[in-house]
């Protein structure tokens, strides 16, 4: 970043890992915001590891919800400013990981921008229950192994496909949804600023690889954040009113072969008979978003 970047309001003091995609997230989630901002962060890696007792790396004010109930927390927090008259001047943002947000909190989540709140909600899509032991979400991609979705004589890893989250919140009449990665920070600061920006209920989904949950050196996270994106298992895209209005265009998409080399949660795949097909499968995935979201 330039020497005019904006300002990080999550600072030094937090116990994560090191490389870790949940302190990348809410760095570059908070350099979009600014400063005036209320942070809600349900139970996961990220509120666990950025206020051990008696410290906090937050530099604005923030909330602990539950796992399920960010969505409903962050409602209340804006009706509460709209009530003392200070919502314009205050944002209201739910950071969560992908647990908290498309399996367990996914109810309140849907109340709250089925009711019109102001506020925007920010997805940290790590692809599994990291804080718990790497247990399958409904983010976990297909073939992945997690603790309770390993490979096997029957099973070549999770047989689901991700559940597509992005869609749903356009489906409940957010004014503005988009996806991103902490591969790309530039990408995700602009787009968490025009999200908080827009009156609403807005949704911003980021995929943050783990470096203890997929298993790649501590180095890598950006890396592998930024394969994701350039094999197009990951597209970048914007949806305004629920229309697709900007999408990242891959000129050259490189293999999904390269991405899921890099992670020893899909190592199987290259060492299991019937492997070959399954790499083709999610080619074929890749692929169809290359259609789908016009990235070519």
Same mark, same amino acid.
Do not use: H
């Given at each position: 970043m330039s020497k005019t970047a904006p300002k990080t309001y999550i600072t030094s003091g937090h116990s994560a890992c090191p490389g870790c995609c949940d302190i990348f997230a809410a *760095?570059? !989630?908070l350099m979009g915001a600014g400063p005036n901002c209320i942070i809600v962060n349900p139970t996961g890696c990220l509120e666990v590891t950025s206020t051990p007792y008696p410290k906090s790396a937050w530099q604005v004010p923030w909330i602990h919800s539950l796992f399920e109930n960010g969505g409903a927390v962050a409602s209340g927090v804006e009706a509460g400013l709209k009530a003392l008259g200070k919502k314009d001047d205050i944002k209201v943002i739910a950071i969560a990981g992908d647990g908290a947000t498309m399996d367990i909190g996914i109810r309140s989540i849907s109340g709250a921008f089925e009711r019109g709140h102001d506020f925007t909600y920010i997805c940290m899509d790590n692809e599994a229950y990291m804080n718990t032991g790497v247990q399958r979400s409904s983010g976990t991609p297909f073939d992945a192994s997690t603790t309770t979705s390993p490979p096997g004589k029957f099973s070549f890893g999770n047989p689901l496909p991700k559940k597509n989250m992005p869609a749903i919140m356009a489906a409940h009449g957010s004014p503005y949804v988009a996806t991103t990665t902490i591969g790309f920070p530039r990408d995700m600061i602009r787009k =968490?600023? *025009? !999200?908080? #920006?827009?009156?609403?209920?807005t949704y911003i989904h980021a995929h943050a690889p783990c470096?203890?949950?997929?298993?790649?050196?501590?180095? *890598?996270? $950006? #890396? =592998? !954040?930024? $394969? !994701? =994106? #350039?094999?197009? $298992?990951?597209p970048l895209y914007e949806m305004e009113n629920g229309q697709i209005t900007q999408a990242r265009k891959i000129k050259n998409p490189r293999p999904v072969e390269e991405y899921l080399r890099a992670q020893k949660r899909f190592q199987h795949l290259f060492t299991m008979e019937g492997g070959e097909e399954e790499i083709k499968k999610i080619q074929a995935m890749a692929d169809w978003n290359i259609e789908y979201y016009g990235l070519q």
């Open positions: *760095k570059f !989630a =968490v600023k *025009k !999200a908080t #920006e827009i009156m609403g209920p470096t203890t949950g997929w298993g790649f050196d501590t180095s *890598k996270t $950006l #890396e =592998v !954040a930024r $394969l !994701a =994106v #350039e094999t197009c $298992l990951w």
